[in-house]
């Protein structure tokens, strides 16, 4: 008699023929009607706390990515002649107000979509610094990126650092938006099974 493959993870105290036991997986219906009963009142409130938590990480990198920027501006504005800042700073800066508006953006959208625009948002970010950082590594001062940022000589190597340092945490954000948005879509979609099942 052939014998059902063995899951692993799922038991069942049947035996056939006298034989040993042989797990069976339950029926797919029977995994949908368990996830189903695990969603409800606790399940939204658990994912709307973990929405917040994500949009304070956003916003605390945002912070973390604006702070050069607002040292360098401290210094300035401190400074017996005032100089205009260089463009990296207004670059910054207008990197971190992006971060401020997707963590206010994350924390009141309820849709798999936000975490998925997040992820691309934190790729992207993660490819320009690295850009950045690569080019502030090999090149001179009188490189096109160099210029283009409007940095001095003595901060070339520590930007240089510090886009490295921000790409691979960027890197790491995008990686935990992409999974959330995953999970994100599978409760959606119980969700929408649960109504149909309750109509």
């Not at 797990?23 to 695990?38: F, M, Q, S, Y």
């Not at 691309?120 to 080019?135: D, P």
């Not at 001062?141 to 240089?160: C, D, E, K, T, W």
Request: glycine fraction near 8%; charge should be positive; charged fraction near 20%.
């Amino acid at each position: 008699m052939k014998r059902k493959t063995r899951l692993p993870g799922y038991r069942t105290p049947q035996f056939q023929d006298g034989g040993p036991d042989i797990p069976v997986a339950p029926p797919i219906e029977e995994k949908i009607r368990i996830d189903i009963d695990r969603s409800g009142p606790e399940r939204e409130q658990d994912d709307r706390f973990l929405r917040y938590v994500l949009a304070v990480g956003v916003l605390v990198i945002g912070v973390i990515v604006a702070t050069p920027a607002l040292m360098q501006w401290s210094v300035l504005m401190n400074a017996d002649v005032v100089a205009p800042p260089g463009r990296w700073i207004w670059l910054l800066a207008f990197a971190g107000g992006l971060h401020v508006l997707y963590s206010a953006f994350i924390a009141t959208v309820e849709d798999f979509g936000a975490y998925r625009s997040l992820a691309v948002y934190f790729l992207a970010s993660a490819c320009i610094m690295g850009f950045f950082g690569i080019s502030l590594w090999l090149g001179d001062n009188s490189g096109i990126i160099p210029r283009f940022l409007q940095i001095s000589v003595s901060h070339q190597m520590r930007g240089a650092a510090w886009c490295g340092a921000m790409a691979g945490l960027s890197v790491l954000a995008s990686y935990v938006f992409s999974r959330e948005a995953v999970f994100a879509r599978d409760r959606q979609n119980l969700k929408r099974v649960k109504e149909k099942s309750v109509d």
